[in-house]
């Protein structure tokens, strides 16, 4: 084991922004004069806090402190900051949008100190994650590399904020449970305490929520800035702003190798999947990307939801020693030894499935799964198949009947399809992410609590495809294109890619596992700058876009796919109205159909890889 280098620290070093503001930072410096090349992480979670995100294998524990010591045995200057409002810092919290020229001046200032040589490099997950990419897309002074784990949005209007024109309601128990925390409540212990009475799951069953009588009243800032984020409908110059939107700033970005990571159970998969791509394309540095099977950050835990991938999945000894290493080894190459830039892309993606299908000890379906290396992403070999839905629920290549009649279902916005699972972060204590049975638990906010599979529900549409003859291996894009018509000005449709296991000891009535799911509001049909009511019973065209994923269905398995009209409280429930984003209060049951004739062939398209 390396012994420790002696190590100083500097408190809450108050660095001072543009615009007066002062934001707390603790820096860790080795013994010596330096210079030294720097990483840093600027997070809201904390600079001294246990980022919940460092856990070995073992379960071990790295706090910041151990953080430090290992970039500083290694040669590191380590800064840790907290963001604008929060902890020790000064200013007003304002979520994204004030990271980028913040994180732009901690550079220069960085850059500037005697101990920093002029070559810096960040790290951090999820928020800290979207800090970084927010300073990179305005060329701060001695970015060489970033770690950008599970976040650093590509374009927060279709991944991470809202999704195919809905609201993702995750920015609702995040600003809930942040709230808490806030100096406002921090300094008040009223405020605190009426946050802390708030029911969270009593105020989900209210939705929609009005600015000023929500459980988030008691701290402006952050209902001000939620309400913002909800009302925001079109693809406005809000969603431009720097903080939540890269995807027009990537020349701007300095010519750097990234290190991506994001997982398949993740609320940042297309946000990762498109920046990697961008980086790739657009620079002349080696990426890597690295896709497990987990949920948000939880790189070393083997299970998503109550499916479980085996050891294998870890990301501690399979993908590298473990996660510190993988980035101290990272800095090292690029931050010290000038690696060459004709190396090629790292792809390491997990592929879920081949797993028996029993049920473990932990009362766990095991699903299985391997790790896969390429150097790109889609895989090489990878080719779209369709497949086409039927009036009689079947999922197939063969062209649907010139007469089939369309399906019908109302969509009751007073009782939408519960969320069971999926690519969701930050949801609890209302919603959780991960792969589960489809069925009503009560575990599930939202649900009858009877236990009946979701394809028991009249409001939702379920098609598959007979028993799989071999292993088919989905890796890539999915892409969902319907015809419909509603008797509503506007509606959602929902789909989710389903793995069907069939009947066993452990699951008599079989396993229905969620893969990917995504929706799509239907005012946005025809573009995300201005909306455009339906008219009822208007026949129209749209396209769902999920989330790429990985998944190997095993012979003898079906691949369903499931159409609805909600997936609350994932996404905000649409009320059918036409009302304005965030302020419906008439919720109305509208009559939606699905066309699966030869002339309007609805159909699903998968990308997959021979085997």
Same mark, same amino acid.
């Given at each position: 084991?390396?012994?420790?280098?002696?190590?100083?620290?500097?408190?809450?070093?108050?660095?001072?922004?543009?615009?007066?503001?002062?934001?707390?930072?603790?820096?860790?410096?080795?013994?010596?004069?330096?210079?030294?090349?720097?990483?840093?992480?600027?997070?809201?979670?904390?600079?001294?806090?246990?980022?919940?995100?460092?856990?070995?294998?073992?379960?071990?524990?790295?706090?910041?402190?151990?953080? @430090?010591?290992?970039?500083?045995?290694?040669?590191?200057?380590?800064?840790?900051?907290?963001?604008?409002?929060?902890?020790?810092?000064?200013?007003?919290?304002?979520?994204?949008?004030?990271?980028?020229?913040?994180?732009?001046?901690?550079?220069?200032?960085?850059?500037?100190?005697?101990?920093?040589?002029?070559?810096?490099?960040?790290?951090?997950?999820? +928020?800290?994650?979207?800090?970084?990419?927010?300073?990179?897309?305005?060329?701060?002074?001695?970015?060489?590399?970033?770690?950008?784990?599970?976040?650093?949005?590509?374009?927060?209007?279709?991944?991470?904020?809202?999704?195919?024109? @809905?609201?993702?309601?995750?920015?609702?128990?995040?600003? +809930?449970?942040?709230? $808490?925390?806030?100096?406002?409540?921090?300094?008040?212990?009223?405020?605190?305490?009426?946050?802390?009475?708030?029911?969270?799951?009593?105020?989900?069953?209210?939705?929609?929520?009005?600015?000023?009588?929500?459980?988030?009243?008691?701290?402006?800032?952050?209902?001000?800035?939620?309400?913002?984020?909800?009302?925001?409908?079109?693809?406005?110059?809000?969603?431009?702003?720097?903080?939540?939107?890269?995807?027009?700033?990537?020349?701007?970005?300095?010519?750097?190798?990234?290190?991506?990571?994001?997982?398949?159970?993740?609320?940042?998969?297309?946000?990762?999947?498109?920046?990697?791509?961008?980086?790739?394309?657009?620079?002349?540095?080696? $990426?890597?990307?690295?896709?497990?099977?987990?949920?948000?950050?939880?790189?070393?835990?083997?299970?998503?939801?109550?499916?479980?991938?085996?050891?294998?999945? @870890?990301?501690?000894?399979?993908?590298?020693?473990?996660?510190?290493?993988?980035?101290?080894?990272?800095?090292?190459?690029?931050?010290?030894?000038?690696?060459?830039?004709?190396?090629?892309?790292?792809?390491?993606?997990?592929?879920?499935?081949?797993?028996?299908?029993?049920?473990?000890?932990?009362?766990?379906?095991?699903?299985?799964?391997?790790?896969?290396?390429?150097?790109?992403?889609?895989?090489?070999?990878?080719?779209?198949?369709?497949?086409?839905?039927?009036?009689?629920?079947?999922?197939?290549?063969?062209?649907?009947?010139?007469?089939?009649?369309?399906?019908?279902?109302?969509?009751?916005?007073?009782?939408?399809?519960?969320?069971?699972?999926?690519?969701?972060?930050?949801?609890?204590?209302?919603?959780?992410?991960?792969?589960?049975? $489809?069925?009503?638990?009560?575990?599930?906010?939202?649900?009858?609590?009877?236990?009946?599979?979701?394809?028991?529900?009249?409001?939702?549409?379920?098609?598959?495809?007979?028993?799989?003859?071999?292993?088919?291996?989905?890796?890539?894009?999915?892409? !969902?294109?319907?015809?419909?018509?509603?008797?509503?000005?506007?509606?959602?449709?929902?789909?989710?890619?389903?793995?069907? +296991?069939?009947?066993?000891?452990?699951?008599?009535?079989?396993?229905?596992?969620?893969?990917?799911?995504?929706? !799509?509001?239907?005012?946005?049909?025809?573009?995300?700058?201005?909306?455009?009511?339906?008219?009822?019973?208007?026949?129209?065209?749209?396209?769902?876009?999920?989330?790429?994923?990985?998944?190997?269905?095993?012979?003898?398995?079906?691949?369903?796919?499931?159409?609805?009209?909600?997936?609350?409280?994932?996404?905000?429930?649409?009320?059918?109205?036409?009302?304005?984003?965030?302020?419906?209060?008439?919720?109305?049951?509208?009559?939606?159909?699905?066309?699966?004739?030869?002339?309007?062939?609805?159909?699903?398209?998968?990308?997959?890889?021979?085997?």
């Amino acid at each position: 084991m390396q012994s420790e280098t002696t190590m100083t620290l500097l408190e809450n070093v108050m660095i001072t922004l543009r615009d007066g503001v002062n934001l707390a930072t603790d820096i860790y410096l080795p013994a010596g004069s330096g210079p030294f090349p720097v990483v840093v992480e600027r997070t809201p979670y904390n600079k001294r806090g246990q980022s919940r995100s460092e856990v070995n294998v073992d379960g071990s524990k790295l706090s910041r402190r151990d953080m @430090a010591q290992a970039l500083v045995n290694r040669g590191y200057a380590v800064v840790f900051q907290d963001c604008r409002g929060c902890y020790g810092s000064e200013g007003v919290f304002t979520k994204y949008t004030s990271e980028g020229v913040d994180g732009f001046d901690t550079l220069q200032w960085i850059i500037e100190q005697q101990w920093c040589n002029g070559d810096i490099g960040s790290m951090g997950l999820s +928020y800290a994650a979207h800090t970084q990419l927010a300073m990179a897309c305005l060329n701060p002074p001695g970015l060489k590399t970033m770690v950008l784990d599970s976040g650093g949005f590509h374009n927060a209007f279709q991944c991470g904020i809202r999704q195919g024109g @809905a609201f993702e309601l995750k920015q609702a128990t995040w600003a +809930y449970k942040w709230s $808490q925390e806030s100096p406002l409540a921090q300094q008040n212990p009223l405020i605190r305490k009426a946050l802390e009475q708030e029911n969270i799951l009593d105020w989900f069953a209210q939705m929609p929520w009005f600015p000023g009588h929500s459980p988030l009243r008691h701290v402006p800032e952050y209902e001000n800035y939620l309400f913002e984020q909800w009302s925001q409908g079109e693809f406005s110059d809000y969603w431009r702003q720097n903080g939540i939107y890269a995807a027009e700033s990537f020349e701007q970005i300095p010519d750097m190798p990234v290190m991506f990571m994001s997982s398949w159970y993740d609320a940042y998969v297309s946000s990762t999947l498109d920046n990697f791509k961008a980086f790739c394309q657009g620079k002349t540095y080696p $990426q890597r990307l690295i896709m497990g099977p987990w949920l948000h950050g939880d790189r070393n835990i083997t299970f998503s939801g109550n499916a479980e991938f085996g050891r294998a999945a @870890a990301f501690d000894n399979n993908v590298a020693a473990d996660w510190m290493t993988c980035r101290l080894d990272w800095f090292d190459r690029w931050l010290k030894n000038s690696a060459s830039k004709e190396a090629p892309h790292e792809v390491e993606v997990f592929v879920m499935g081949g797993g028996g299908g029993d049920k473990n000890d932990a009362g766990r379906l095991q699903h299985g799964g391997k790790w896969l290396n390429s150097d790109q992403w889609p895989l090489k070999g990878s080719q779209p198949t369709t497949l086409f839905l039927h009036r009689d629920g079947a999922l197939s290549c063969e062209q649907p009947s010139r007469s089939a009649a369309p399906l019908r279902y109302l969509a009751d916005p007073h009782h939408p399809v519960p969320t069971i699972g999926g690519s969701v972060t930050s949801g609890l204590p209302v919603f959780q992410g991960g792969a589960f049975d $489809q069925r009503e638990s009560s575990e599930f906010f939202g649900t009858r609590g009877d236990n009946l599979p979701l394809s028991a529900r009249a409001d939702v549409l379920v098609f598959q495809t007979p028993e799989l003859e071999k292993d088919l291996l989905v890796a890539g894009d999915v892409t !969902i294109k319907l015809w419909i018509s509603s008797s509503a000005l506007d509606t959602d449709f929902t789909a989710k890619l389903v793995d069907v +296991y069939p009947p066993s000891k452990d699951y008599p009535q079989g396993y229905a596992m969620n893969i990917t799911d995504g929706i !799509i509001r239907c005012r946005y049909r025809q573009g995300w700058e201005k909306e455009q009511l339906l008219s009822p019973d208007e026949i129209v065209e749209v396209t769902i876009a999920p989330f790429a994923t990985c998944n190997l269905f095993k012979k003898g398995h079906r691949i369903r796919l499931d159409i609805a009209s909600s997936n609350f409280p994932r996404f905000d429930s649409n009320p059918n109205s036409g009302e304005p984003e965030g302020q419906a209060r008439l919720k109305q049951t509208a009559t939606n159909q699905v066309f699966v004739d030869s002339l309007r062939p609805s159909r699903l398209i998968i990308s997959v890889l021979p085997l």
